[in-house]
């Protein structure tokens, strides 16, 4: 069946750098990616998404490019600041599906 | 922006005892889910309802029950509750995420068994 992976569990930065949070799925079906964020004791709410090959999705600084040969979807920020503190969800659905399935999450914070 | 409210956001309960948790959402979607969060384990889907009277098994429904009386309203069930279910429960409403729309989840309901 269909699958998401986060590989980092928990990510620590200081503010000002760069950084990649992993994203690698396992589908059939021609797939649909999706980044949820999390901020502490929230909803989480959707960051961005994106099914179309090789194109560069961006929302709130962040961007995401969906790479079907490689069947990933990693989430990036050029220059992280404190806000960004949260936990990031990495989803994934596919044509002909009702569901949502969710990666493990990353906790991403962020030092002064 | 879609609203989704749960009821009770905190809860505690014994073991063996029956807990409704419930879900409201204003935006006249289809579907409805139920999810839990464990760390480690980001969302695990338990319910989900395609519209009024429908209820579906999502990937752990074991020890829950789910109830749609309404297109609005959308119910968690516990009829034996377990301290294996301490957790926080989250509700989704959306309209079919295959096509890639987006999920609007509630605020979380924190539930411990003691």
């Known amino acids: 069946g269909d699958s998401v992976t986060q590989t980092e569990g928990l990510v620590t930065l200081t503010k000002g750098l760069p950084v990649m949070l992993n994203c690698t799925y396992q589908?059939?079906?021609?797939?649909?990616l999706f980044w949820y964020v999390q901020h502490l004791n929230e909803a989480p709410k959707l960051l961005l998404k994106s099914s179309t090959d090789n194109k560069r999705t961006e929302h709130q600084g962040f961007y995401a490019t969906l790479h079907k040969s490689s069947s990933s979807f990693h989430l990036q920020k050029s220059s992280v600041q404190l806000s960004d503190s949260a936990l990031y969800f990495c989803?994934?659905?596919?044509?002909?599906?009702?569901?949502?399935?969710f990666g493990s999450g990353t906790q991403l914070t962020v030092m002064p | 922006e879609a609203a989704v409210t749960q009821s009770p956001r905190n809860k505690v309960a014994v073991t063996g005892g029956k807990v409704t948790l419930s879900c409201n959402q204003t935006n006249n979607h289809n579907n409805m889910y139920w999810y839990r969060q464990d760390t480690g384990h980001g969302l695990r889907l338990i319910h989900y309802?395609?519209?009024?009277?429908?209820?579906e098994k999502g990937d752990i429904p074991d020890g829950y029950k789910a109830s749609r009386p309404s297109q609005e309203n959308f119910s968690l069930i516990l009829e034996l509750a377990t301290p294996s279910q301490t957790s926080v429960y989250f509700c989704?409403?959306?309209?079919?995420?295959?096509?890639?729309?987006?999920?609007?989840f509630g605020e979380g309901s924190r539930l411990i068994v003691v």
């Open positions: 989704a409403s959306g309209e079919r995420t295959g096509a890639g729309n987006t999920l609007y």
């Open positions: 589908t059939t079906y021609s797939p649909f």
């Open positions: 309802s395609y519209g009024a009277g429908s209820t």
């Open positions: 989803a994934l659905t596919s044509s002909g599906s009702w569901q949502l399935i």
